[in-house]
């Protein structure tokens, strides 16, 4: 079955005030949204394993944006947490600073879906408009609209 960008998105996965500068709190807090709809089996070690991934490869940070993630077997699908930090939160090993972060779970079957969905956000908000948007946004429900591109990749 193909799914579309679309599909992964959820207002109830989004925060807009990270209220943060830690790459561990930043995650956490995201993991605590998708916990919060049990789609993640094992929620701290969920965020063991991507911290453990951010210790070994960091993520890198590109127009104020990071795609941390985790390839596992603790979710079932691929799950997306998605949040807005005013100030930035400290990434890779030159502390750059992330103002939207979309954190991904995906399991190890799946990592061709996985590459269609982080490169069908990332050419989203390689956009500068877009990205403002996002910024801009005062509701999830606006987050999420904005990211729901009509042409939204096909993960099939």
């Not at 127009?63 to 390839?71: G, L, N, Q, T």
């Not at 948007?133 to 987050?143: D, G, K, N, S, Y």
Request: proline share 4%.
């Amino acid at each position: 079955m193909a799914l579309v960008l679309a599909d992964l998105l959820n207002d109830k996965h989004v925060d807009l005030d990270l209220r943060t500068r830690d790459i561990d709190e930043a995650v956490r807090k995201l993991v605590d949204l998708l916990e919060a709809d049990e789609r993640i089996r094992d929620p701290d070690e969920f965020l063991k394993q991507v911290l453990a991934r951010e210790q070994l490869s960091p993520t890198i940070v590109e127009e104020s944006v990071a795609f941390p993630h985790a390839r596992t077997d603790l979710v079932d699908k691929i799950v997306l947490a998605m949040g807005r930090s005013r100030s930035g939160v400290s990434f890779g090993p030159n502390g750059e600073r992330a103002r939207l972060i979309f954190l991904i779970g995906v399991p190890q079957r799946l990592i061709s879906e996985y590459l269609v969905c982080v490169g069908a956000l990332a050419r989203l908000v390689k956009n500068s408009e877009v990205r403002q948007r996002l910024m801009m946004a005062q509701t999830a429900e606006e987050f999420v609209e904005v990211l729901r591109a009509p042409d939204a990749t096909r993960f099939d």
